[in-house]
């Protein structure tokens, strides 16, 4: 079992919809990060979040440290949405960080 | 925040040949590692890239096939030898302060093996 687990891998949306992009992971961590990979290979760095709920623009994450979990939400969803999203924790006790599969989001006009 | 600067975004290599792969970022850095993102899959750590000594290289890679520099707290490369149609993949620089702080990537080197 991997140490962080997504869901779901691939998400298809109408454009306008909600979307919702689950982690699980199953260590101590010190933080969380949310990332986006376009289909050119870059990675930009959305969250970074180690409680509560931080939020930018039309994204969301909330993180439940308790529960070991955190979601991504994107409002109001539009086609330069479509990306790979990528949530990574960083341990304990480590400057290393553990990636998750990704999601693969698709959003049509 | 930081920028981080990699080059090339791409190149196509002959079997055999090797390619050193660049990151410079615009700020000091206290960690920067080097990841492989083969197709359809998420990132696999190389290696950590120690400023002034040695990386630090993950399991299944060995420094004879990624020889990595450091030579400051800005600027670090990575070298794919001798390389193999199974090295075609993305490889990706990383920068960040502490495991607290807000990871930085670059753009990514797409390389193919031919």
């Known amino acids: 079992k991997n140490e962080v687990e997504q869901s779901p891998q691939n998400l298809t949306a109408q454009e306008g919809e909600f979307i919702t992009i689950n982690c699980s992971y199953s260590v101590g961590i010190s933080a969380l990060h949310w990332l986006q990979q376009h289909p050119g290979g870059g990675i930009v760095s959305l969250f970074m979040l180690s409680s509560g709920k931080k939020k930018h623009g039309r994204l969301i994450a909330t993180i439940n440290i308790q529960e070991k979990h955190s979601s991504l939400h994107i409002t109001a969803s539009h086609p330069r949405d479509s990306a790979v999203y990528i949530c990574a924790v960083g341990p304990y006790n480590t400057d290393k960080l553990i990636f998750g599969t990704g999601t693969r989001l698709q959003v049509f006009p | 925040s930081a920028v981080i600067s990699q080059k090339p975004s791409r190149d196509i290599c002959q079997r055999g040949t090797s390619l050193t792969i660049q990151c410079q970022v615009d700020s000091q850095v206290t960690m920067m590692f080097w990841y492989r993102q083969q197709p359809g899959q998420s990132l696999t750590l190389i290696a950590t890239?120690?400023?002034?000594?040695?990386?630090?290289?993950e399991s299944g890679f060995v420094i004879d096939k990624f020889p990595i520099s450091r030579p400051n707290l800005t600027f670090s490369t990575l070298t794919v030898s001798n390389m193999s149609p199974e090295d075609s993949s993305i490889y990706l620089c990383?920068?960040?302060?502490?495991?607290?702080?807000?990871?930085?990537f670059g753009q990514g080197t797409r390389l193919t093996v031919v």
């Open positions: 890239a120690n400023q002034g000594s040695e990386a630090t290289y």
């Open positions: 990383s920068a960040h302060g502490t495991a607290y702080t807000e990871a930085f």
